[in-house]
């Protein structure tokens, strides 16, 4: 049964403009070690924060939640399976409430252009809402 979706649109250049600001006091507040890793050996490596936030936002957005509701942004992670398709990997608080709610799926779709990055999340549950 599906819990919930989520979906965010983020602005490559807001992004951008965030990271050349506050560079790694923003980038540690808000990605893993190892979205940035990932996003720093990129070419244009705002694209994949973008798409990175986006996800994050989406997540939220599929618990009907929001910034600063509980759950810290470090703990929502994009990684790539081995075949290179993103999924998300949940920690702390977010693990928690998916544990909560019997969340047994969670899919995630990214995609950007040369200015939009958007994702979205879909949860299911084995419970019935």
Known sequence: MIFGTGI??????????????WNIRFLNMVYSPYEICYCSNKA????????RFAAKESFLKSLGMGLGMGIRLKDIEVKNNE???PILHLNGRARTILDDHGITSVHLSLSHTS???????ILESSHSN
Do not use: N, S, T
Request: hydrophobic content about 45%; aromatic content about 6%.
């Open 44 to 51: 244009f490596p705002a694209i994949h924060y973008a798409a």
């Open 8 to 21: 965010d649109l983020v602005e490559i250049d807001r992004i951008e403009k965030i990271i050349q600001k």
């Open 115 to 121: 200015k939009q990055a958007g994702a979205v999340v």
């Open 83 to 85: 075949h290179g398709k």
